[in-house]
């Protein structure tokens, strides 16, 4: 029986790349995942990878921070131990807008990011799945997932004809584990 | 991306004529990944006596308290706040770089960022050490944080500008940190994939498991576009509060609403300094020419022609409304600064900022490295000069003649201030060894487009206007890393 997990076609240039994406859909082929030492644009299109819903989730994590530090501000400064200054406004607006300000960049870039981590899966030791060492060095990697897709010649031939350098079956998914 | 060629009136970002992905990694990768020449040697043996300066120094204001410094009772504030501006300044750059320059889609900024970056993170932790050691009593440093505490629930005065500044320079540290390491998480994976033994566990760990497929690329470029837009009204802010610790005072020669401005005009101009102090010696050393080109130099450089204008214009603003106010205090403190007992001060700050930067103007200075190096050490001293003369000139003779006094620094005050820029130099040249000082994946983004071997293509292919051309070719001159023969029989 062939125990090919994955079939990887390496490519050295990005257009090349893109290229052998279009064959291997014009041929129904799934296509399982693409590696890249750099971000492609318009990959995303034809991968259908959804648009990122993160700038969402940066404004209102944005706005939880000015919330939070406004009413935090009011209490500490009216509420808890308001301090008569000359007779001036225990909450003094103006004078809070910096603080509130940096409050709500704090929140919004570490929820931003943290949201980013968790959605993509990045945590400090976190095993990487990595499939062709060379993925985030100078290739350009398709993997295609070899049980669903059972014609292995037909897409050694469409991604050796789009340009790949080299065409691997891989029997184990991850080479990057020990 | 590639699919369509950059014009080529626009001059290369990357020069050399065989670079390719793996050439790129190779280069970038070349000081991470083998042992340290001897120049590197020699710099950080340097830079750490600096930094060991700075312990002595430091730990023996913690020791004596701030009475070892040449404070008095007239000038309270002097070279630690001094210090303490001067590295917040330079800390901009990195964001600017990094922020502003991704949100005008300006390229150039993807081979000086990840640098830059990192200027920023070390230059802001060697002002937070002053700010920690100005205190006094460094281990109650917590009482800026506005904590429940054991005194009743008193909190701390948010209506102080010092306040505000504590939460600003907080969080563009930690944001500036979040940008930065988020930008080297793809880098480190090269790193990874290419070690072995230990160093791979290291940078595995460090990696976050970056694998660099579709979706987590996708999602890295709009965070990356998102953090820029946050950060640059941060960049601004934090400046703008650094200003209004002097302008929400009510000391004549600090009283002025020019500062917020005149300031983070000041930051930039002496971040992108420092950034080419750096990094002109970094390109040699590292041999990273065919990365930070002549056009980075220059692009650069007018950069600091536009913003030393802007400081010059404000300093000029500054003395007319001294005298336009009609506020007696406020002329004599400007007549003080430019003819006072610290005129010398006052004159070299001017020479430094607004004189030698107009330099610039011509191409021959501009596009020579010497020189810019040499006038990227003046502008910082100008900037150091700028914040003395705004602190101690303005402080040094208050409304009773009387108490007016001189301000003589200890030889902790130099120590403090020569030990940081130990530390700083210490840091950086420790970044250089363990990550790439180039942003590899946002480099390799340029290949196929901005390069100069992807323009020589085109011209080669021909059907090219031949005036475009012979404008390139004649842009390329001033190029130190690009080979003119190749371009001598077009």
Not at chain 1, 29 to 44: C, F, L, R, S
Not at chain 1, 123 to 145: E, H, K, N, S, Y
Not at chain 2, 65 to 87: E, M, P, Q, R, S
Not at chain 2, 264 to 278: C, Y
Request: charged share 15%; hydrophobic share 50%.
């Amino acid at each position: 029986m062939n125990n090919t997990k994955y079939i990887l076609g390496s490519f050295g240039d990005p257009d090349e790349m893109m290229h052998g994406i279009d064959k291997l859909q014009e041929n129904n082929i799934k296509i399982h995942d693409v590696y890249t030492p750099m971000p492609i644009h318009g990959i995303e299109a034809k991968l259908g990878v959804k648009r990122s819903r993160l700038d969402i989730a940066a404004f209102f994590f944005g706005i939880t921070g000015t919330c939070t530090m406004l009413s935090f501000v009011y209490y500490a400064a009216a509420i808890d131990w308001p301090i008569n200054i000359g007779g001036k406004a225990h909450f003094a607006l103006p004078d809070f807008i910096p603080i509130t300000f940096e409050l709500t960049i704090l929140f919004c870039a570490f929820g931003l990011v943290g949201s980013y981590y968790a959605s993509t899966h990045l945590f400090p030791g976190r095993a990487p799945r990595v499939m062709d060492l060379r993925a985030t060095d100078d290739r350009f990697v398709i993997a295609v997932d070899a049980k669903e897709n059972t014609d292995h010649t037909k897409i050694d031939d469409l991604l050796k004809e789009a340009g790949a350098l080299e065409v691997k079956h891989n029997e184990r998914k991850y080479i990057s584990y020990e | 991306m590639s699919g369509h060629n950059e014009s080529i009136l626009r001059e290369p970002l990357i020069t050399g004529t065989d670079i390719t992905y793996a050439k790129i990694t190779n280069d970038i990768l070349m000081p991470v990944e083998n042992k340290p020449n001897k120049a590197w040697w020699i710099g950080f043996i340097v830079a750490l006596c600096g930094a060991l300066l700075w312990v002595v120094a430091v730990s023996y204001t913690f020791w004596f308290g701030i009475g070892a410094w040449g404070l008095n009772k007239t000038v309270g504030w002097a070279w630690d706040i001094t210090g303490f501006v001067w590295w917040v300044g330079i800390g901009h750059a990195g964001t600017l770089i990094s922020a502003v320059l991704l949100l005008f889609r300006q390229n150039w900024r993807n081979s000086i960022n990840r640098s830059a970056e990192a200027m920023t993170i070390f230059a802001v932790i060697c002002a937070a050490t002053y700010v920690v050691s100005h205190m006094g009593r460094p281990w109650l440093a917590y009482w800026v944080l506005p904590l429940p505490n054991q005194f009743g629930s008193l909190w701390v005065n948010f209506n102080s500008p010092l306040v505000w500044d504590m939460f600003a320079i907080s969080t563009y540290f930690s944001v500036s940190l979040l940008f930065w390491y988020t930008g080297l998480l793809p880098d480190i994976a090269t790193i990874r994939d290419r070690a072995t033994g230990v160093k791979r566990k290291i940078y595995t760990v460090l990696s976050f498991g970056w694998a660099g497929n579709v979706k987590t690329w996708q999602r890295f470029e709009a965070v990356s576009i998102i953090l820029a837009g946050i950060s640059t009204p941060l960049v601004l802010s934090v400046h703008t509060i650094v200003s209004m610790d002097f302008a929400t005072s009510v000391i004549p020669g600090w009283h002025t609403t020019i500062f917020p401005p005149y300031f983070v005009a000041g930051a930039i101009f002496s971040g992108f300094a420092m950034v080419l102090t750096l990094l002109l010696v970094a390109r040699k050393v590292l041999g990273l020419e065919n990365y930070i080109t002549m056009f980075h130099i220059e692009s650069m450089n007018k950069i600091i022609i536009l913003t030393g204008s802007i400081v010059g214009v404000a300093y000029l603003t500054e003395f007319f409304i001294a005298w336009y106010s009609g506020s007696e205090y406020e002329q004599y403190a400007f007549i003080n600064r430019s003819t006072g007992p610290y005129w010398w001060a006052y004159w070299m700050m001017m020479t430094c900022n607004v004189i030698s930067p107009q330099l610039l103007w011509f191409k021959k200075i501009r596009t020579s490295i010497p020189a810019t190096w040499i006038l990227s050490i003046v502008v910082n001293i100008g900037m150091w000069f700028e914040r003395f003369v705004i602190i101690v000139t303005s402080l040094h003779r208050d409304y009773i003649p009387s108490s007016w006094a001189m301000f003589y620094p200890t030889w902790v005050d130099v120590s403090v201030f020569v030990g940081s820029i130990g530390l700083f130099f210490t840091l950086f040249l420790l970044f250089l060894r363990v990550l790439p000082s180039i942003a590899i994946a946002e480099v390799k983004l340029l290949l196929k487009s901005a390069s100069e071997q992807a323009k020589l293509k085109q011209i080669k292919e021909g059907h090219l206007d031949p005036t475009h051309v012979s404008e390139y070719v004649e842009s390329l001159e001033k190029f130190d890393s690009v080979k003119q023969e190749e371009y001598a029989k077009i």
